[in-house]
């Protein structure tokens, strides 16, 4: 039998948004299959792109609202669970005022949907508490970009760059398990005679395709960069004439680096002065050559400086605004870009413009229909919110996050949650913190519904629904709407998310994240559309804007034209080891789980290629600490333990340690992790901290 319907869409997982088709089966079920002409993938998925239509299946997911009854989470219907939601968040902002509301998003939301959270927090609850798990992504990059070039978009080019420029150093990134359809750029690359150099203390499968690995220290990602710069003004290596020309604070910038010799970034970060020196020459001697960073540099207290000292290399050298040469921050979630552009984070409104910017309020409260004045400030970040739940913070609508496995200092915030006068909570599943509500509301997935989303490239694309959820299941836009009512807000909020995008377009028009030009139309026949992408003029057809791929080719988003140097200096980590706590323990991902794993958890292929945690040891602290492989051996910092199976390998540094951190229960890595905030992105240090590592006993 021939399949009933076939659908192109895109992926539910990370940010590359790779093309798929969706088919409904004549038996029954749902299939997913390759997409060959959507230029990311070009037909390639990784294992939880191919299985991602089994979270569709009514045995895995949220089929109806919840409420809390004695205890214990019960059915219930839609009415009930929207009344008792609106009733206590307005009698909680009766008794202590809309700031005692919050809100907390997350980067997996469409674009309609996360403008949408914003909009509904600052117009219908009145708070200015909101903010969203991409705080703990791609904040430390987005700050550092926009203090440089004017802008942040997570790549200024696209992918298909990649394989035609001369070199690219990668920070902190592997994307062999963590986005593996990327990989084939960089394999590309390196056919096309170009060399790849990987930045990571583990010896990752992304470090094993390089021509050059480097593996610092963690938390020493800043000093190697300014050794590296270091070295670039020593040999001569720099492009004065673009320094002159496009480009301010130089001077302080070289001096800052050149305080940074090669020995004493030998000595601070383990990478060898020979080493620094080859990576100089690959970097330097071809034409054209790229930096790209993810979660290694950009997760650490000194997250924003640590991306800047990797931007001041590519400007000393003329590697930024010009083809195929630039700096790119590898964007995580699956819309973390777009997340952050419309009015999620605490400092923004729609169109990333600044909430304390006067006429960026002026521009929204008008397509809004609001009082400027009536708009709140800024308020919490992600990290700073949750640490004030249950005091200042007595109320919470979660949407698409959560935070009790992928927060820092993971049982201090679930106790938080646990401290609310009330939670509620909007999810496909019931993750570990929909279990902690007091009302769980069902709410639609990908292939049940149609909205935009922005990918690491900045290309805006269209998911379009596929499938029909199941009976008992309302979108994300519905729920809003709905109580936006209950709390007298008639207006404003629809359901239809294409009426949203529209609204969305003219809030962001004139914004530095400009969709104006875009269309559902423009995105169903050009499969997707880079922003920025204003509207032209009245004259003129909305189409007459191709979108920006390449971005800073004749000048960048700055007030002069000119890109910033920022002078930066390297620090330690918030939390060096000592005598209790003599190890180093850094988090990442693996292969076939994403994020907090509340969703590939559930899928048994994947959990059959990655089980449960582990902890990574290096042979020589393996026998220092009596470990074989497969002992449960207990990882203790400052806030917590976590035990896990050992998993000993030579790819690690000897006084580093490493965990996943897609499990809850004993094994949740984020037990130990460490809250200290960068003070410009307010990013969480993920990636170090100070731990012990103990053999509990042999396994059984």
Not at 10 to 20: D, E, F, K, V
Not at 32 to 51: I, M, Q, S, W, Y
Not at 514 to 536: H, K, M
Not at 551 to 572: K, N, P, S, Y
């Amino acid at each position: 039998m021939e399949p009933i319907a076939s659908t192109p869409t895109h992926c539910p997982y990370c940010a590359l948004q790779c093309g798929m088709n969706v088919t409904l089966l004549p038996q029954g079920g749902v299939e997913v299959t390759e997409r060959t002409d959507f230029p990311v993938n070009r037909g390639a998925l990784c294992g939880k792109g191919r299985t991602a239509a089994e979270v569709l299946s009514p045995a895995v997911r949220l089929t109806s609202p919840l409420v809390r009854s004695g205890g214990r989470l019960v059915e219930a219907g839609w009415a009930e669970a929207l009344d008792r939601i609106a009733e206590r968040l307005g009698s909680v902002r009766r008794e202590y005022g809309a700031d005692a509301l919050g809100v907390f998003g997350g980067g997996g939301l469409t674009n309609e949907k996360a403008y949408t959270l914003g909009k509904f927090a600052r117009v219908a609850l009145g708070t200015s508490q909101i903010d969203y798990n991409g705080r703990f992504c791609m904040s430390s990059a987005a700050a550092a970009g926009t203090k440089a070039f004017g802008l942040d978009r997570g790549l200024p080019f696209p992918l298909e760059d990649i394989p035609k420029t001369g070199c690219v150093i990668l920070v902190g990134s592997n994307l062999a398990e963590t986005m593996p359809p990327s990989l084939r750029f960089f394999t590309e690359l390196r056919e096309n005679g170009g060399t790849l150099i990987v930045v990571d203390p583990r010896r990752t499968r992304t470090a094993e395709q390089a021509d050059l690995h480097l593996a610092p220290r963690p938390g020493t990602d800043l000093a190697l960069a300014l050794g590296l710069l270091h070295l670039v003004v020593a040999e001569g290596r720099t492009d004065e004439e673009y320094i002159r020309e496009r480009t301010t604070g130089w001077e302080q910038a070289r001096a800052a680096a050149m305080a940074h010799w090669p020995e004493q970034v030998e000595r601070i970060t383990g990478v060898s002065v020979p080493q620094l020196r080859e990576a100089v020459r690959l970097f330097c001697e071809p034409e054209s050559a790229m930096v790209l960073t993810a979660r290694g540099p950009e997760q650490q207290s000194k997250g924003t400086d640590t991306v800047g000292a990797w931007i001041n290399l590519c400007l000393a050298t003329g590697r930024a605004g010009r083809p195929l040469s630039g700096y790119g921050c590898l964007t995580g979630q699956g819309n973390g870009q777009g997340g952050r552009e419309h009015g999620q984070k605490a400092d923004q409104l729609p169109g990333y413009r600044k909430l304390d910017d006067p006429q960026a309020r002026a521009h929204v409260a008008g397509v809004w229909g609001v009082d400027p004045d009536a708009l709140p400030g800024p308020g919490r970040s992600a990290y700073e919110l949750l640490d004030a739940l249950g005091t200042d913070i007595r109320a919470l609508l979660l949407m698409g996050s959560n935070p009790v496995v992928s927060a820092p200092r993971a049982a201090h915030v679930e106790e938080r949650l646990k401290s609310l006068d009330f939670l509620a909570v909007c999810d496909v599943v019931l993750s570990e913190t929909a279990e902690l509500a007091d009302v769980v509301l069902p709410v639609t997935q990908w292939a049940e519904e149609t909205g935009t989303t922005t990918s690491l490239e900045g290309r805006v694309l269209l998911r379009r629904q596929a499938v029909t959820p199941p009976p008992g299941v309302r979108s994300d836009l519905y729920v809003l709407h709905q109580l936006a009512a209950r709390l007298g807000v008639e207006k404003g909020f629809p359901t239809d998310p294409e009426e949203v995008f529209e609204e969305l377009r003219r809030a962001s028009a004139g914004g530095p994240a400009d969709y104006s030009g875009i269309t559902y139309g423009r995105l169903a026949e050009e499969n997707g559309v880079f922003w920025p992408c204003p509207q032209p003029a009245e004259d003129t057809p909305a189409e007459a804007h191709p979108g920006t791929p390449r971005l800073f080719l004749d000048r960048f988003a700055t007030e002069d034209g000119r890109a910033r140097f920022v002078a930066v200096a390297h620090r330690a980590t918030a939390e060096e080891p000592d005598a209790d706590f003599p190890l180093l323990l850094t988090t990442g991902r693996v292969v076939s789980q994403y994020q907090s794993g509340a969703q590939t958890r559930r899928v048994a292929e994947l959990n059959a290629a990655a089980p449960g945690p582990f902890v990574e040891l290096h042979p020589r602290l393996a026998a220092r600490i009596g470990a074989t492989e497969g002992d449960p051996v207990t990882v203790t910092s400052r806030r917590g333990r976590a035990t896990a199976p050992a998993r000993i390998t030579s790819a690690i540094r000897p006084d580093t340690v490493f965990m996943p951190f897609h499990w809850p229960g004993e094994g949740r890595a984020n037990t130990l992790t460490n809250p200290a905030l960068d003070p410009t992105s307010r990013m969480p240090e993920f990636k170090s901290c100070a731990v012990r590592v103990e053999v509990v006993g042999p396994r059984q």
